[in-house]
């Protein structure tokens, strides 16, 4: 099973309230650009947080900067990092692996509720995941304004409208 898979499965045998945003979430709607990280909304409520931490954890990850990774539940502690760090996400890494990155996005880009709701069920090997909906994609991407998701923007209203995309040679 890869990787991504492996991640997705462990947080749905935990009962996880997630949805698959960024760059797979593109992928899986059918944009064609390959990444090596797995970027994830969680319910950001302590108890949802700390179940997402401790499943990750249970199979490897650890947090890339040198942090309790439980600190994570910690809404007063995101917020911390947000405002006196910047960061916009908390990544974990597997240290026997060089990929796939897992990225939680320390504030929500957009209420989580919101997300979940207007997110598509996507089956993979029969395992399903919640994948963030073509709009809610579009509007994080435009938000995030960096080059690569602008692309993304593009490619992604191509395929909204049904013309998808252009022949691409990268």
Partial sequence: MNQFFRILDTLNRA???YVVVGGFAALLHGNNR???DLDLVIDLSPQESTKAIDALQS???RPRLPVDARLFAD?????AWYREKNMRVFTMIDPARPAPVVD???REPIAFESLLLDSV???MQGLRVPVCSIDHLIEMKTQSGRP???LDVDNLRL???????PNQTD
């Avoid at 809404?75 to 917020?79: F, G, I, L, V």
């Avoid at 395929?159 to 995309?165: M, Q, R, V």
């Fill in 34 to 36: 390959a990444t090596a």
């Fill in 75 to 79: 809404a007063a502690q995101r917020e």
């Fill in 159 to 165: 395929l909204k409208s049904g013309t998808g995309l």
């Fill in 148 to 150: 690569h998701d602008l």
């Fill in 15 to 17: 009962d996880v309230r």
């Fill in 104 to 106: 939680l996005f320390v």
């Fill in 121 to 123: 069920a996507v089956t």
């Fill in 59 to 61: 199979i490897g990850l």
